[in-house]
Protein backbone atom coordinates (compact mmCIF):
# COMPACT_ATOMS: atom_id res chain seq x y z
CA UNK A 1 0.00 0.00 0.00
CA UNK A 2 1.49 3.47 -1.05
CA UNK A 3 1.43 6.46 1.69
CA UNK A 4 0.44 8.89 -1.12
CA UNK A 5 -1.27 7.69 -3.56
CA UNK A 6 -2.57 10.10 -6.18
CA UNK A 7 0.07 11.31 -9.03
CA UNK A 8 -0.61 15.08 -8.95
CA UNK A 9 0.90 16.78 -12.31
CA UNK A 10 0.04 19.96 -13.97
CA UNK A 11 1.02 22.63 -15.89
CA UNK A 12 0.56 26.40 -14.35
CA UNK A 13 0.94 29.67 -16.48
CA UNK A 14 1.31 32.94 -14.49
CA UNK A 15 3.35 35.82 -13.67
CA UNK A 16 6.16 36.33 -11.52
CA UNK A 17 6.19 32.20 -10.16
CA UNK A 18 9.41 31.34 -8.19
CA UNK A 19 10.79 27.72 -7.96
CA UNK A 20 12.55 28.42 -4.66
CA UNK A 21 9.12 30.15 -3.22
CA UNK A 22 6.69 27.41 -4.83
CA UNK A 23 9.17 24.88 -3.55
CA UNK A 24 8.61 25.93 0.32
CA UNK A 25 5.02 26.66 -0.04
CA UNK A 26 3.71 23.00 -1.68
CA UNK A 27 6.62 21.35 1.23
CA UNK A 28 5.43 23.22 4.21
CA UNK A 29 1.66 22.80 3.18
CA UNK A 30 0.79 19.60 1.75
CA UNK A 31 1.71 16.09 2.56
CA UNK A 32 3.13 14.23 0.16
CA UNK A 33 6.33 13.04 -1.49
CA UNK A 34 8.33 12.75 -5.27
CA UNK A 35 7.73 17.03 -5.72
CA UNK A 36 8.98 18.07 -9.04
CA UNK A 37 8.64 22.29 -9.88
CA UNK A 38 10.52 23.69 -12.30
CA UNK A 39 10.17 26.82 -14.63
CA UNK A 40 10.58 30.38 -14.86
CA UNK A 41 8.30 33.07 -14.04
CA UNK A 42 5.65 32.19 -16.53
CA UNK A 43 5.42 28.71 -16.48
CA UNK A 44 5.89 25.92 -14.05
CA UNK A 45 5.27 22.30 -14.07
CA UNK A 46 4.43 20.73 -11.14
CA UNK A 47 4.80 16.72 -10.09
CA UNK A 48 3.85 15.54 -6.85
CA UNK A 49 2.04 12.83 -4.57
CA UNK A 50 -0.45 13.12 -2.49
CA UNK A 51 -3.35 12.08 -0.72
CA UNK A 52 -5.71 15.52 -1.37
CA UNK A 53 -5.00 16.25 -5.22
CA UNK A 54 -7.35 18.81 -4.49
CA UNK A 55 -5.49 21.26 -2.24
CA UNK A 56 -2.96 21.26 -4.70
CA UNK A 57 -4.79 22.04 -7.65
CA UNK A 58 -6.45 24.90 -5.49
CA UNK A 59 -3.04 26.48 -4.50
CA UNK A 60 -1.74 26.12 -8.38
CA UNK A 61 -4.96 28.15 -9.56
CA UNK A 62 -3.97 30.95 -6.71
CA UNK A 63 -1.17 30.74 -8.80
CA UNK A 64 -2.25 31.73 -12.64
CA UNK A 65 -3.93 29.53 -14.86
CA UNK A 66 -3.79 25.61 -14.80
CA UNK A 67 -3.60 22.96 -17.73
CA UNK A 68 -2.89 19.71 -18.91
CA UNK A 69 -4.14 18.80 -14.94
CA UNK A 70 -2.99 14.75 -14.69
CA UNK A 71 -4.14 13.35 -11.31
CA UNK A 72 -3.73 9.48 -11.80
CA UNK A 73 -4.39 6.63 -8.93
CA UNK A 74 -1.04 4.86 -8.30
CA UNK A 75 -2.69 2.11 -5.82
CA UNK A 76 -5.13 1.39 -8.97
CA UNK A 77 -2.11 1.13 -11.34
CA UNK A 78 -0.13 -1.15 -9.12
CA UNK A 79 -3.25 -3.52 -9.51
CA UNK A 80 -2.82 -3.55 -13.64
CA UNK A 81 -5.76 -1.52 -13.32
CA UNK A 82 -6.53 2.32 -15.05
CA UNK A 83 -5.31 4.73 -12.96
Given amino acids: ?3 FKFDT ?4 EGCKLS ?3 MV ?3 TEHFKGDCLLAVGD ?3 FKIHFHTNEPWQLLE ?3 SQGEIYDVVIENMERQ ?3 LQG
Fill in 1 to 3: MLE
Fill in 9 to 12: QMLI
Fill in 24 to 26: QYI
Fill in 59 to 61: FAA
Fill in 78 to 80: EQG
Fill in 41 to 43: SEF
Fill in 19 to 21: EEA
